[in-house]
């Protein structure tokens, strides 16, 4: 069974004033830190570009992901979905979205949800904390 991860990683950022891809925590950009924890849980990364195009792909330099281009990331990140979840090979069984800005993602915690959708072939699997999912 092959579950991919599809990170959005296009939005403008616009209330924040700056592109949350690009900033950085301990030492690495948030989107380049999300993109090597989903490598970590599955070898079919999808990471959706849009905004400050350029300067996102290039903190993915060197990993195993696949950008795709969202030119319409303006309209939201449904906008952004849609361009992950088309850009998936035909052989995926499961997506797991994500998003750049999740600090306490972790790659177990990733790779939790990916074998509770391998397990029970639930059509949805979703995380909860402090009994909000």
Request: aromatic residues 2%.
């Amino acid at each position: 069974m092959t579950v991919a991860i599809v990170l959005l990683a296009a939005g403008g950022s616009s209330r924040l004033g700056q592109p949350k891809q690009l900033l950085r925590h301990e030492g690495t950009s948030l989107v380049r830190r999300a993109a090597e924890r989903a490598l970590t849980a599955s070898p079919e990364v999808v990471v959706v570009l849009g905004a400050r195009r350029e300067d996102v792909a290039s903190e993915l330099d060197g990993l195993a992901v696949r950008c795709v281009d969202n030119p319409d990331w303006a309209l939201g990140q449904g906008s952004s979905l849609h361009a992950g979840l088309r850009a998936l090979p035909p052989d995926v069984d499961g997506a797991l979205l994500m998003l750049c800005d999740q600090l306490r993602v972790d790659a177990a915690h990733l790779r939790s949800l990916i074998d509770t959708f391998e397990r029970t072939r639930a059509p949805i699997v979703a995380s909860a904390y402090a009994g909000t999912r």
